[in-house]
């Protein structure tokens, strides 16, 4: 099946800082999705990407399908920010999302 | 905004006990989806609904685990009987279209530990 990989696993910032949080898969993808899962678990929707880039506040985000990977840009990062980021693919003709390993973010003051 | 529901939130049994968990899609969602998340790792697929039929249920541990959705709308999702490896989060999703093309929206997730 299709391999995802995010990196990096762990990341540290200081409040207002900017990071990139890269995906990359190992096939050719027909979803590409985004999810902030917050302590108590809920998966919550960040972006719908298969292909370009899209904006939405101080988040966005950038999928290279011929290049297979997407990244994810968060600015000026805020505590509430924290949590794990998963990225999530789709394959062929199915519809089940395949997720990556995550990247658990803490932002600190 | 509509928002997929699950129930219970959270689930303590013990081994060898029977355990249900209930789903309701965002309204007009055709496909719905159960995933099992272990603690450290990301969501993996347990069966999809497109309708009332079962799409894929190549991952679900038949001997054990059940799912159902009758009249296409809700699902339940029931373990018999629980082991202590099963102690996870249950993730409900759904989306509009059994198509790859479709965004998909997840609920709030039943947190299950077997004792």
């Known amino acids: 099946g299709i391999q995802v990989e995010q990196s990096p696993p762990d990341l540290i910032l200081q409040e207002g800082a900017n990071s990139t949080l890269r995906c990359n898969f190992s096939?050719?993808?027909?979803?590409l999705q985004w999810f902030h899962q917050n302590p108590w678990g809920q998966l919550i929707n960040l972006f719908y990407?298969?292909?370009g880039t899209k904006q939405n506040g101080r988040l966005s985000a950038t999928t290279v399908a011929t290049e297979r990977y997407s990244l994810l840009y968060i600015s000026s990062s805020q505590t509430t920010d924290s949590g794990v980021y998963f990225c999530?693919?789709?394959?062929?003709?199915?519809?089940?999302?395949?997720f990556g390993t995550g990247t658990r973010l803490q932002v600190t003051l | 905004e509509a928002e997929v529901a699950q129930s219970p939130r959270y689930k303590i049994t013990e081994k060898s006990q029977a355990v249900a968990f209930w789903c309701d899609p965002i309204?007009?969602?055709?496909?719905l989806y159960w995933y099992r998340q272990i603690l450290g790792q990301g969501p993996e697929l347990l069966v999809q609904?497109?309708?009332?039929?079962?799409?894929?249920d190549s991952q679900l541990p038949k001997d054990r685990f059940s799912a159902e959705r009758l009249k296409g709308v809700d699902s339940t999702l029931k373990i018999q009987p629980a082991e202590l490896g099963d102690s996870a989060m249950y993730l409900c999703?759904?989306?509009?279209?059994?198509?790859?093309?479709?965004?998909?929206?997840f609920g709030p997730g039943t947190r299950l530990t077997v004792t």
């Open positions: 999703a759904s989306s509009r279209q059994g198509s790859n093309s479709y965004e998909q929206y």
């Open positions: 096939d050719s993808v027909n979803n």
């Open positions: 990407i298969p292909s």
């Open positions: 999530a693919v789709a394959t062929g003709t199915a519809s089940k999302l395949t």
């Open positions: 309204s007009g969602h055709a496909t």
């Open positions: 609904f497109q309708d009332e039929s079962v799409v894929d």
